[in-house]
């Protein structure tokens, strides 16, 4: 079982509606949680941290955490055209921060 | 510069060779890591340091591969007798805390060193 999982995509969503992206993690003792967004050819960038369970509100994004179940997502409200990228969720274990392998996602206009 | 700086931003090299890949983080980041990326992959953890010290190694696959940061700054990743499964985007990430198992920060990362490996 991989630590960090991700549906590798492609996500197609249409523009305006909301997009929304999930990752699970195997590391019950894991603390802090990450999304961060890679454009094509391009580095990550971060997007969000969240490290409670629940919701973290950021303008568009929202971060959502359940630690029983292992489980975090991101939703993109209002999506636009240039919020199409590769989302990486990454989770810090004991010793390392763990990327998943990412979810591509396409705004159609 | 104000951001992530690697080098070199390409290298091709012949199997069999020797490669050393350089970053140097944004000034004053005391943690700093290596990621290995391949195409449609997410980052692969390598190694990290807080400062000097090398904090976790446990992602180098192997012992050809070795990572330094005498001074607590700039760090080079080495490659010997290079292969072709060795071929990805090497990227760095720095972070303005120390990493003791608690990273609640961001990464800054680079813009990566691609290496082919021939």
């Known amino acids: 079982q991989k630590e960090v999982e991700q549906n590798s995509g492609p996500l197609s969503v249409p523009e305006g509606a909301i997009a929304s992206l999930n990752c699970t993690y195997s590391d019950r003792g894991s603390q802090s949680f990450f999304w961060y967004r890679q454009y094509s050819g391009k580095s990550p960038e971060l997007i969000m941290f969240i490290y409670s369970n629940g919701d973290k509100e950021d303008g568009r994004f929202t971060a959502q955490l359940n630690k029983a179940s292992q489980y975090v997502s991101l939703l993109i409200r209002d999506s636009q055209p240039s919020d199409s990228a590769t989302y990486l969720c990454a989770v810090r274990g004991a010793q390392k921060l763990v990327f998943g392998q990412g979810t591509r996602l396409t705004i159609n206009p | 510069g104000a951001g992530v700086s690697q080098s070199p931003r390409y290298k091709v090299t012949k199997r069999g060779q020797d490669v050393a890949l350089r970053c140097d983080p944004i000034s004053g980041h005391v943690s700093l890591y290596w990621y290995r990326q391949a195409l449609g992959q997410g980052p692969e953890f390598l190694t990290y340091f807080n400062y000097e010290a090398q904090q976790d190694k446990s992602g180098l696959p192997n012992d050809r591969f070795s990572a330094e940061r005498p001074e607590g700054s700039i760090s080079t990743l080495t490659i010997q007798r290079t292969e072709q499964r060795d071929s990805a985007m090497y990227r760095c990430?720095?972070?303005?805390?120390?990493?003791?198992?608690?990273?609640?920060?961001?990464?800054?990362f680079g813009e990566g060193s691609r290496l082919t490996v021939l």
């Open positions: 990430a720095s972070s303005p805390q120390p990493d003791r198992g608690d990273l609640t920060g961001e990464l800054f």
